[in-house]
Structure formats: C-alpha cells, structure tokens
C-alpha cells in the first residue's frame, strides 16, 4: 500500500499567517491527492482535490500543489476558522490511504 | 442538498457483529462510488471499503478482509457495512462517504456512527 506522510504533525500558528502543510507518498501518485479539514467531533471536509483543485465553495485562501510524491496545502492568511485537522488522502491506487494529520493550533 | 445519515452503531463483544446503515438523499445516489471510513478515538483517518456505482466492485482495506461486506441498494438510495468477527480495534467513528465522480476523493460525508468492541 502507498504510505503517506504528513509534516508536520502539529503546527501552531497566528492569525493572518502563511501556514503551509507537507505531505509525502510512498510512491508517485501522479496528481491524485486530495486535501480535508476535520474539526473536532465532526466529518471531514474536502477542500482540494486533484492536488490543486479547489472544491466549490472552499475559500481562496487555500491552495494546493504538487504532483508525484510531494504536496502541499497552503493557507494564504489563516483565519480563526481554519483552526483543525488536515489530512491528505491519495486515491492512485485501489488501497485509498491518509496521512497521519496536521494539527493547527493557535500560537 | 447532499445528506447521509449512519446507522447502526452500537456496544458489540469481541467477535461480535453488526450492521452499518447509511441512508442518502439530495442527490443520485446511484451515480456516486461510496465508502466507508473510520476514524478511531484519538486517532486519524482510515479508509475501509469502497464500492461501485452498481455494486460490481468492492475494495477492502487488508485489515478487514474475510470480516466486512460493504453492499449498496440503489432502490432504497442506502449503503451497507456488515461487520462480523469484531475485534477490539475495530473501536471507530464509522462514516460514511460518497464520491461523485469515479475518482474516490469524498467531496460528500456523513456525521458518523460509533462502533464500540469491548467486553
């Protein structure tokens, strides 16, 4: 199965920071990446898909890039609301796989 | 609007089983692969099955294999997991997931339901 590897794994931050979040394959997975937002005690949100594709809705100040094994998601000036969990995802392969998550405190 | 609603959770004893229910509306149902994730307390994402627009392909992830079924009925717009042979870390917030293209990205999620294997 393809690993993932998110970093880092807690990130604290203050409002109106740049915030940029890694995320590793195993093994190329072309573009086939997908970013979420988790916060606590609720489902998942997708925010990007297909490395850079920002999921109708999803505001502008998130980003993503990369192809192959390394990506990133990037938030432009970070909000009180985008204070959560990030989780990549790939879906290359039949075994769909996530990274371990990035936590984003307030500093 | 997109809605999926789990079902199903429950307290079960090791080698246990049981029935994830997850009941969809809003949109074509029969158009969107659908999973099932799980989430472990404390812990992150797990994908766990995957399943065909109409239900000819299945995935598992290799921990589940032999133990869950994940099914689908299009006429009653509703997903399926069942669990048999429970094990202790099969403990999880199982959700339901749904992707409307045919790449497995979940733009569509439910609110989850809790699988509790203890003793």
């Known amino acids: 199965d393809i690993q993932m590897t998110q970093s880092p794994s807690t990130l604290s931050a203050s409002i109106g920071d740049r915030v940029t979040i890694t995320c590793r394959a195993s093994q190329s997975i072309s573009s086939w990446l997908a970013w979420y937002q988790q916060k606590a005690g609720k489902a998942p949100k997708l925010l990007i898909y297909k490395a850079s594709s920002l999921e109708s809705g999803v505001p502008s100040r998130f980003s993503g890039s990369g192809s192959g094994t390394e990506f990133t998601l990037t938030i432009s000036s970070l909000q009180p609301d985008d204070f959560a969990t990030y989780y990549c995802?790939?879906?290359?392969?039949?075994?769909?796989?996530f990274g371990g998550g990035t936590k984003v405190e307030i500093k | 609007e997109v809605q999926l609603v789990e079902s199903g959770g429950d307290l079960v004893q090791p080698g246990g089983s049981l029935r994830l229910s997850c009941a969809a509306s809003?949109?074509?149902?029969?158009?969107?692969?659908m999973s099932w994730v799980r989430q472990a307390p404390g812990k992150g994402l797990e994908w766990v099955a995957n399943?065909?627009?109409?239900?000819?392909?299945?995935n598992y992830v290799d921990s589940v294999k032999g133990r869950f079924t994940i099914s689908r009925d299009n006429a009653k717009n509703s997903l399926y997991l069942q669990m048999n042979n429970l094990r202790v870390e099969d403990t999880a917030v199982y959700y339901c997931a749904g992707s409307r293209s045919n790449y497995q990205n979940f733009d569509s999620w439910g609110q989850g339901t809790l699988v509790t294997v203890s003793s």
């Open positions: 809003g949109f074509i149902f029969s158009t969107y692969w």
């Open positions: 995802q790939q879906y290359n392969s039949y075994a769909l796989t």
């Open positions: 399943i065909r627009q109409d239900g000819s392909a299945k």
